[in-house]
């Protein structure tokens, strides 16, 4: 669902609109109500389809969106959030989570939420990440990547402010992230031997301990324990200018220190296509890469490409995983 007073039923109706014929059905956990509402006022012709049991999904979706009707505690206003729907956007995650794990659906794919309506409504996660981790048994394994055709990026520190981040930041943090990282390249997304760029903390990575000390007591330790493991890793390279074109080309995913590190370039440089996946979960799930849009919340303006994107990768993943395992 996501928060419903932002762009995530645009972006569902929307994207329903552009796969209807193809082959990735998928299923709506929302209100009903809200998506009739929402399609007639947007004027988008959107059949909307309830139904019980998702196996009534595939053979519905050609000619109507599918909805697992999750009602909302009052109505949705465009744009302006209330933490009285707090519990029903928390409901459609606990659900889909659920489906996904007891094998109904393929995956998990979510729109954007609003923390602070959900944490004044009692919500106890950091975000979408911690949440999950914890209702699939997955806590402390979870890892957040940003993929897009042209990036892929891993912050070691995620939901956290960025002093916080810093205060965080161990070694041993560095080396999980990179080998759960490592394994999800080859097992998510083919890629036989990951590389592996690790992004420095401070300007121009330290400048020899000129600009810093972490470079060299923190993130150089955590890259020689991953070489000994045999996984290809490069760095610590200076984050002005390892986002480059030039740059790109000589690794897989950027493993960077921080939430804006990786995020900031991943967003210039893809925001339409780029999606969040997190990895080390026994579950496929995904989002699109960017948040609720509150000032464009009702205007029929919200682009649903990253939600797309979203549900075409979490379906390419999931067909990845089900190939048969060689040797």
């Known amino acids: 669902m996501g928060d419903p007073a932002g762009i995530g039923g645009e972006l569902t109706l929307r994207a329903w609109l552009a796969m209807r014929r193809a082959e990735r059905p998928f ?43 999750v009602a909302l505690e ?46 004044q409504a009692g919500f106890a996660y950091p975000g979408h990440t911690e949440f999950l981790a914890a209702l699939t ?16 990026v ?5 939901h956290a402010s960025l002093k916080a981040s810093i205060a965080m930041l161990t070694t041993e943090m560095i080396v999980a992230a990179s080998r759960t990282t490592a394994a999800a390249l080859g097992r998510e997304f083919g890629i036989v031997a990951p590389r592996l ?23 150089e330790p955590a890259i020689d324990k991953l070489r000994s493991e045999g996984i290809d890793v490069s760095g610590p390279w ?15 995913v950027a ?17 339409n296509h780029g999606v969040n996946i997190t990895l080390g979960l026994p579950i496929v799930r995904t989002s699109p890469d960017h948040g609720t849009a509150f000032d464009i919340a009702g205007k029929g303006v919200a682009d649903p490409a990253s939600l797309i994107a979203a549900i075409e990768l979490a379906s390419i993943i999931v067909g990845r995983l089900r190939l048969p395992k060689s040797g």
């Open 137 to 152: 048994g997955a806590t402390g394994r979870q890892i957040m990547m940003l993929a897009s055709p042209l990036l892929r």
């Open 238 to 252: 200076s984050a002005d200018t390892m986002f480059s074109p030039k740059s790109r080309v000589r690794y897989d």
């Open 197 to 219: 760029a690790i992004a420095g903390l401070n300007p121009h990575a330290g400048e020899q301990g000129a600009l810093g000390s972490e470079e060299a007591t923190l993130i």
């Open 154 to 158: 891993v912050p070691v520190t995620v």
């Open 74 to 119: 009052t109505v949705a206003i465009p744009g302006r959030p209330d933490s009285a729907n707090a519990n029903a956007v928390v409901r459609s995650i606990e659900w889909a989570t659920s489906l996904a794990l007891g094998g109904e659906a393929a995956g998990v794919v979510t729109n954007p939420i609003n923390k602070a309506a959900l944490y």
């Open 27 to 69: 299923v709506a956990l929302d209100d009903p109500v809200r998506l009739h509402k929402l399609a007639r006022e947007l004027g988008l012709t959107v059949p909307i389809g309830s139904i019980t049991s998702i196996a009534d999904a595939a053979a519905l979706f050609p000619t109507a969106l599918p909805v697992l009707a």
């Open 255 to 271: 493993i960077c220190m921080y939430h804006d590190q990786a995020l900031i370039p991943l967003k210039t440089l893809d925001m």
